[in-house]
Each structure stands twice: as C-alpha cells, then as structure tokens.
C-alpha cells in the first residue's frame, strides 16, 4: 500500500513538472511571438513613414511642376528709359531708368533700376547708355547678381552711344541692372536717350 502511494505521488510530481515545463515553453513560445510581432509592427511602421514621405515628396513635385507650367504661360518683360539729366555717378552705382515704357509683370522697379529674375530661366536683355561728351569716355556694365554680364562704352563724341544685348539663364530672385563704371570718365547722361529693357525667353522645367 505505502509503495503504491509512493508511486502515486511520483507520478503526479512528474506530471507537474511536465506540465510545468510546457508551460514554461509556451510561455516562451509566446514571447517569442510577441518579439517577432512587435519587430514586423515596427518594420511596417517604417515602411509606411517611408512611403508617407515619397508621396509628399511627388506631390511637392507634382505642385512645381504644375507651378512652373502655369507660369510659363505668364510674360515678363519691361522696357524703360533715362528720363532725368545725370550729372554725376559714383562707381558702381546703379544708373535707375526712371520711366517705365512697359512693365508686364511688375518685375522691374524704376526706384532702384533693377529687374528682380520671377522664376529661374533664360532672359534676354538689351541697354544702351548716352553720354553728352565733356571730352571724356562714359562706362558702364550690365551686371547680374554683382556680377558683370556685358560692358557698355561711349566716346568722347557728344551723344555717343553704347548698346548691349545679352541672353543669359538667372536664377529665380536675382537682380539685373545697369551701373555706372570706373572713375575716369565724365558720367554725364542726358535725359531721353539711355534705356533699358529685358524679357523672359522660358523658364526651366
């Protein structure tokens, strides 16, 4: 009887311990599963930040190129001239055309002489300066962004004249202008005669 208990009990202590340890792998099994879960929850969270920001990007894309198709339909372009006598101009100081013949879209402003470049492209512009002579040479540049784009000369002659045409790309918001150059020269400009003028050609797309 004793040995048959004892027998009784060994097999329930190892029926406990067995279920025990299917307990304790299931437990783990389950961990398992979780970590895993967790991992591919993660990684489909990446993915989609990843796909959410390609969209916006080709949105803000799509919105530029919209953009710059609708303003490709938009014209640019202005025409003005010297309309005051100039007596006197430092070096480098900008030559300000003060009466605007054509502005279409307000690009140009005739209080400072400059054209502010809408959208980056190809732009044609053209200058012509006059001096009254005084037996000296009249400079100037036609400059983007301080940078020299072409030089005009007049000669000693009175009402001498010196033209440029240039075509050239500009970045969105660059300014285009006229200034005078050097300090030898006699700046001396007579009104009516010394103009400025320029276009958009075609943005780049």
């Known amino acids: 009887m004793k040995g048959l208990l004892a027998f009784g009990v060994l097999a329930f202590l190892s029926t406990a311990s067995s279920s ?12 398992n599963d979780w970590h895993r879960a967790e991992a591919l929850v993660g990684q489909q969270a990446r993915e989609i930040e990843s796909l959410t920001a390609e969209l916006r990007n080709k949105e803000m894309s799509v919105r530029q190129h919209i953009a710059r198709r609708q303003a490709s ?4 372009g202005f025409s003005a001239r ?5 007596a006197s101009l430092m070096n480098n100081e900008a030559i300000v055309f003060d009466q605007v013949l054509t502005n279409v879209g307000q690009a140009y402003d005739p209080t400072t002489g400059m054209f502010t470049c809408p959208f ?5 512009f053209a200058a012509t300066i006059v001096s009254n002579g005084a037996h000296k040479n009249l400079d100037a540049e036609l400059v983007m962004a301080g940078k020299r784009l072409a030089r005009l000369h007049s000669t000693v002659y009175g009402f001498d004249q010196g033209t440029q045409v ?4 500009c970045q969105e918001g660059q300014h285009v202008w ?3 150059f050097g300090t030898s020269d006699t700046p001396e400009l007579p009104a009516g005669y010394s103009a400025f003028a320029g276009h958009l050609i075609h ?3």
Request: no cysteine; charged share 30%.
């Open 20 to 31: 025990q340890s299917d307990l304790i792998q299931r437990l783990d099994n389950l961990e």
């Open 73 to 76: 339909d938009q014209k640019y």
């Open 178 to 180: 006229v200034r005078h």
């Open 120 to 124: 980056s492209g190809v732009y044609e």
């Open 166 to 169: 240039v075509i050239t790309k």
């Open 203 to 205: 943005i780049d797309t």
């Open 82 to 86: 010297l309309n005051q006598d100039v």
